[in-house]
């Protein structure tokens, strides 16, 4: 095995920090405290430079930038702490359209996606359908020439700035669940959509979708009518393991680490003194660097043109669980004063870590809960039989 | 950046999977905890496959295999808990090797005889305790502050009675200090933590494989045991730590075998990760096998000892924590270093 890295791409990590030392400044962190995970002048930025398109592969017309490229951009934003959200989103669904998208979509939409000037977000969840995503039953029915949609969409987070949504649809019910799903991309003027807030435990914002007489013409479709299910797949093959998420703790290590250097306890000892938090930082930082090398090993797959459902489910159940352990652990160690949130002046680091604390639990939820995760490994890697 | 074995790397995988497979069923592993850890039979065979000397340089008989090789190796080793003294005495060959002007003797340990080992404690009054292969091995490397100490003598007959059957023993050194190169003994246990760790990642694999082909063939209420959730999240979550432990593992050889900045750092994790995944998958494949795999009868319980058994050779894992914090974050303020 070699885990070196090419000079290219130890060249792209040099240009991705330099980028984000010179874009990326605290007040625009600050700024997603209104609870919009997205800051549009560092996308554009970022789009300017043709890193949106990177990911996407040549032959689709993106930028063909390796995945170990992509990997190691998310790694540096994530370390940087950059809300990678709204930006992953988008490119994962220009991927698809790409990939699954008529030349209407190809032509009108995909270039939007990838120039900065446009944003997109997901349509999957439903208010009584979440990890059995398949059986969703917002409804698209034939009208002429046109499709009828109804019904609502749950977790549609970033609907309230995206010109678009990847909508998730049952197309015909009498089937196997799975037979009958089709996906449109809709664009959220249309007439017939409602946004509501869904305010969350964290400081981010998600939404509530609802879709009365939503007309659409078939331009919109992605992939074909009850083939959705395939689209689905290429959704979570670039949202697991690839597009992020697999660097969440850094960032809390290091405010850890401050804190223990830094602050004294009641009884006057410094926590870095303290053997059991040693070990405890020690742990995340092994945690981290298993995290990386599930994260390389995805990369390295999908250069090599390997589907890789298997390691990214395991990224994700690793990265996403081990994260909020590291969350409890360093806000445990701060005693009352971890306690402090961000709208505190006297909070360590803007509330670092508290803000981390009640952000955790969703990475185990979204994107595949842990339980389907772990259902994706003993079925897929253990060859266990199926079972829900 | 290849994260999967290369071609080489899955031939060595092959041969050396084979010949455990093979060669070190239960059954010998069984006799050989009953004659103090330690398989004759199965140590020359391993000669004959060149394994004790393949990452010795070829120039001193050796087979100019990588560290990272000798990992692949030590995977397949684990798989199967070979009852052989393998990765002590590839390192303490190749820190003899390192040192120089024993070439000899290196090359008597390319083939396997006299069997050598490395102390992992440093001896007190000339007694260093707990020696890993110290029940079979001639040669003994150690460590003192005044440098490496090379001991030839002829190994107890018994081995301590321990959790894992593995052939400790205490050994009195004598010998001459052969190095004062301390940072040579460093690396040297770095190996063993990192080929070690393989290790770690074949054991859990295998105790994880077991336990999933018992859960085909044990039926409860009515159906596999396997068909339920409780025990499919339990595999899925031990899996994922043994994969994470492998890529952890097979880094660090890596960056040993390159000599980078940052391989102490990652043998050091690789180590102590894998022993805790390999642990949690022992403990899980001991549970879903209910009362059967805690009689003696299962081979599970071989495996559950020796995933406690073999980093408890180096010491309380606590203590390795507390020597990479040290490097990390500088050593405690009581100036208590680790």
């Known amino acids: 095995m070699d885990f070196s890295f090419s000079s290219e791409a130890e060249a792209f990590r040099d240009e991705v920090r330099a980028f984000l030392a010179a874009n990326l400044t605290e ?8 609870g919009t995970m997205h800051i549009p002048a560092l996308h554009q930025a970022m789009a300017d430079r043709g890193w949106l398109a990177g990911p996407v592969p040549a032959e689709l017309g993106g930028g063909g930038r390796s995945a170990l490229e992509s990997v190691i951009l998310n790694e540096e934003m994530q370390l940087a702490r950059a809300p990678i959200d709204a930006m992953a989103v988008t490119v994962i669904v220009a991927a698809i359209l790409l990939e699954h998208g008529n030349d209407h979509l190809k032509r009108n939409v995909v270039p939007r996606l990838l120039d900065g000037s446009s944003l997109s977000c997901f349509g999957y969840s439903e208010p009584e359908f979440g990890s059995d995503v398949a059986s ?53 003027d249309t007439p017939g ?5 869904v305010p969350t435990m964290a400081t981010e914002r998600s939404n509530a979708t609802f879709y009365d007489n939503v007309r659409l013409d078939d331009e919109w479709r992605v992939g074909d009518v009850n083939g959705g299910w395939a689209v689905m797949k290429t959704a979570l093959k670039y949202e697991r393991g690839i597009a ?48 990386r090398g599930f994260a390389y090993h995805c990369a390295d797959l999908a250069n090599e043109g390997v589907m890789f459902g298997v390691e990214g489910s395991m990224t994700k159940l690793f990265a996403s669980e081990t994260y909020k352990r590291h969350c409890r652990d360093f806000h445990d160690m701060m005693g009352a004063e971890g306690l402090l949130t961000h709208e505190s002046p006297d909070a360590h680091l803007g509330g670092r870590i508290e803000e981390n604390l009640r952000h955790s639990p969703v990475t185990a939820i979204y994107g595949g809960t842990s339980e389907i995760n772990r259902n994706v490994v003993a079925e897929g890697h253990l060859g266990m039989p199926r079972a829900r | 950046m290849q994260t999967r074995l290369t071609e080489d790397e899955l031939v060595v995988q092959d041969a050396f999977g084979t010949f455990f497979a093979n060669e070190s069923p239960s059954a010998v592993v069984r006799e050989a905890e009953q004659s103090g850890g330690f398989s004759p039979n199965l140590w020359a065979g391993l ?25 692949v190796v030590a995977d397949t080793y684990g798989a199967n808990l070979a009852p052989v003294p393998l990765i002590e005495h590839a390192v303490a060959a190749r820190l003899l090797a390192t040192i120089g002007g024993h070439d000899e003797l290196v090359g008597a340990l390319a083939n396997g005889t006299p069997v050598a080992t490395m102390a992992l404690r440093a001896p007190v009054d000339g007694v260093t305790r707990f020696v890993p292969a110290g029940a079979v091995a001639d040669v003994v490397l150690a460590h003192t502050d005044d440098g490496i100490v090379l001991s030839r003598s002829t190994p107890p007959s018994e081995a301590l009675p321990n959790t894992g059957g593995l052939p400790l023993a205490h050994r009195s050194l004598d010998g001459d200090i052969v190095s004062t190169d301390h940072a040579t003994w460093d690396r040297a246990v770095d190996e063993w933590r990192a080929l070690t760790a393989a290790a770690y990642v074949g054991l859990g694999r295998r105790v994880i494989a077991m336990g999933v082909e018992y859960s085909r063939e044990r039926i ?15 595999y899925a979550d031990a899996s994922t730590r043994v994969e994470g432990a492998h890529l952890l593992a097979h880094r660090a050889a890596w960056a040993l075998e390159a000599e980078r900045a940052d391989a102490s750092r990652l043998a050091g994790m690789a ?32 495996y559950h000892r020796r995933a406690t058994a073999w980093i408890l050779q180096l010491g309380d894992p606590s203590v390795e924590y507390a020597r990479l914090a040290d490097a990390e974050f500088g050593p405690r303020a009581d100036g208590e270093a680790a």
């Open chain 1, 27 to 34: 007040e625009m962190i600050e700024a997603t405290h209104d």
């Open chain 2, 220 to 234: 409860q209420f009515g159906v596999p045991i396997g068909t339920f959730q409780a025990l499919q999240q339990g």
């Open chain 2, 271 to 302: 180590l102590l990760f894998a022993a805790e995944a390999a642990r949690f998958a022992a403990d899980r494949s001991m549970q879903y096998h209910g009362g059967y795999g805690f009689s003696e009868e299962y081979d599970v319980q071989l």
């Open chain 1, 136 to 188: 969703a039953k917002t409804k698209a029915e034939r009208d002429g020439d046109e499709w009828l949609i109804n019904g609502a969409k749950m977790w549609t987070t970033m609907a309230h700035i995206a010109d678009s949504v990847l909508l998730l649809t049952r197309t015909d019910p009498d089937v196997a669940k799975h037979k009958g799903l089709t996906f449109f991309l809709v664009p959220l």
């Open chain 2, 47 to 71: 000669v004959a496959m060149g394994g004790p000397g393949m990452a010795l340089p070829g120039s001193l008989g050796g087979g100019d295999a990588t560290l990272c090789d000798l990992a």
């Open chain 1, 193 to 197: 959509i409602e946004i509501q807030p």
């Open chain 1, 244 to 291: 992020g998420g697999q660097f969440p703790s850094p960032p809390v290590i290091d405010a850890a680490a401050d804190w223990a250097h830094n602050h004294a306890r009641p009884d006057g000892t410094k926590p870095i003194d303290d053997p059991t938090v040693r070990e405890k930082l020690m742990r995340a930082l092994i945690d981290v660097e298993v995290c």
